[in-house]
């Protein structure tokens, strides 16, 4: 199990593949961001994006995913998050994208109020398969420390 005193500040790490697929573009649009340039190719033709585009909350879930399953694979003790700031969307995603991600740890601090946890902050930016990136973000974690039992 990875506790609060196992981060290091300046640890780098990269990890995750996610395959766009177009279906799933269009199908997060209808439910979540209904844009015309998100649900049809005729109308994203008419725009900036030239194509069908998937939404950047749909490229925020498709991280989150990513995120989460490396979590797992590496036992992290996590907590949760109190958020994120600075997201950008810094390029389109488009259906047969295929999408990573690397993070680097920022800081870290023992929670004042809280012993049994810590708060760090990551830069996470997500990279297509031509190792362009599309977003990036700085995000809060709050996990565990080590039992002392």
Not at 22 to 34: G, N
Not at 59 to 72: F, G, I, S, W, Y
Not at 104 to 133: C, W, Y
């Amino acid at each position: 199990m990875q506790y609060f005193e196992d981060i290091e500040v300046g640890n780098k790490a990269s990890f995750g593949s996610y395959e766009v697929t177009r279906d799933e573009v269009v199908a997060f649009a209808q439910k979540y961001d209904p844009q015309p340039f998100h649900l049809s190719d005729e109308a994203a033709a008419e725009t900036h994006f030239g194509r069908l585009s998937a939404s950047g909350w749909h490229t925020c879930a498709m991280t989150m995913a990513m995120v989460v399953e490396n979590l797992r694979a590496n036992a992290q003790a996590g907590l949760g998050s109190p958020g994120i700031d600075e997201l950008r969307w810094l390029r389109p995603v488009y259906p047969g994208d295929t999408l990573r991600c690397e993070s680097e740890v920022l800081d870290k601090r023992a929670s004042e109020s809280r012993p049994e946890m810590g708060i760090f902050h990551s830069r996470m930016t997500v990279f297509n398969q031509d190792d362009k990136p599309v977003m990036s973000f700085i995000s809060t974690g709050l996990v565990s420390t080590r039992p002392t039992d």
